[in-house]
C-alpha cells in the first residue's frame, strides 16, 4: 500500500524520532512510506483557538499538500480526529467541501491503520519491562480507538501491559487548556501519573505524543518518575 506520511507539529519539532519509529514499522509491513516536505500543521490550534479564517488557510494547504494519497497515516489520534471530524464543518459550502471530506476519509491514526487496514498486530518487537496505556481523548472520543493500540501492545514479546484506574479520565493537556488553566490541568496530569505509578509499572505508554509531553513533566515534578513511550517507539523496538 502506498502510504503518505503527515507529521505533526510536535512530532516534527520535539520528538522526531516517533517519526522514524513509525516509517520503520509501515515499511516492515509492506508499505511504501513517502513524505512530502511541503506540509505543515494541519490546522488544529489556530481552529481551537478560534480563529477560523486563518485554520482555514492552514487546512486548505494540508487538503492540497495530499491531494491523491491513498492512506494518509499520522502518529497523532488528535491531529487525524480534527481532520476527520472538522475538516467538512470549516469547508462546509466553500469550493473545497467535496476535497475536505474525501482527505478525512483517508487519513488514520498509525495503530488504526496496522489493525484495521494493515490487518497486522504483529511486527516482531520485543521489550522487556511492564507498561500501562494512557488513552487520548481524541483517540478514545473523536478516533474510536481503544483496542487497536492494546491489540499491538499485546503482541510485543516481554511487555507486560496493565490497566490503571480511571483510564479513560483525560491527562488535562488539552493543548491551550494547560496554558489557561494551570492548576487544574496539573491537577488532572497528576491524578493520571499516580493512577499509573499504582500499577507498578516503568512505562507509560499512548498514541499522542502532547498527552505524553504534559504527563512526562507532572511526572517528574511529583516524583513518579515514569518513562514515556509512544506506541511506535514499543512496536519498532528489539527487530533493528
Not at 499538500?65 to 459550502?93: H, Q, T
Not at 501491559?161 to 494547560?178: H, S
Request: one cysteine or more; aromatic letters at 12%; hydrophobic letters at 40%.
Amino acid at each position: 500500500m502506498n502510504v503518505q506520511l503527515f507529521i505533526p507539529c510536535f512530532i516534527d519539532q520535539l520528538y522526531p524520532t516517533v517519526a522514524f519509529n513509525m516509517v520503520k514499522v509501515l515499511e516492515k509491513a509492506g508499505c511504501t512510506v513517502t513524505y512530502n516536505t511541503n506540509q505543515t500543521c494541519c490546522g488544529q490550534p489556530a481552529y481551537n483557538a478560534g480563529f477560523w479564517g486563518e485554520a482555514k488557510e492552514v487546512c486548505t494547504k494540508f487538503i492540497k499538500d495530499f491531494e491523491g494519497a491513498e492512506y494518509i497515516v499520522a502518529p497523532s489520534a488528535s491531529c487525524v480526529g480534527f481532520v476527520r471530524n472538522y475538516y467538512a464543518k470549516l469547508f462546509e459550502n466553500s469550493a473545497y467541501n467535496n476535497a475536505a471530506k474525501k482527505t478525512a476519509e483517508r487519513v488514520y491514526e498509525f495503530s488504526e491503520f496496522l489493525v484495521k487496514v494493515l490487518q497486522i498486530d504483529d511486527f516482531g518487537a520485543s521489550f522487556e519491562g511492564k507498561a500501562t496505556y494512557h488513552d487520548s481523548c481524541a483517540a478514545l472520543r473523536e478516533c474510536k480507538i481503544k483496542t487497536e493500540p492494546r491489540q499491538l501492545l499485546q503482541k510485543v514479546k516481554g511487555l507486560e501491559l496493565v490497566e490503571m484506574n480511571d483510564v479513560e479520565t483525560c491527562c488535562g493537556f488539552g493543548g491551550t487548556f494547560a496554558v489557561k488553566f494551570e492548576p487544574i490541568s496539573i491537577a488532572m496530569g497528576d491524578q493520571k501519573t499516580n493512577n499509573a505509578k499504582a500499577t507498578g509499572a516503568e512505562y507509560l505508554i499512548s498514541t499522542d505524543m502532547s498527552c505524553l509531553m504534559h504527563l512526562d513533566g507532572c511526572s517528574k515534578f511529583n516524583g513518579t518518575n515514569l518513562k514515556v513511550l509512544h506506541l511506535a517507539d514499543v512496536l519498532a523496538s528489539g527487530w533493528g
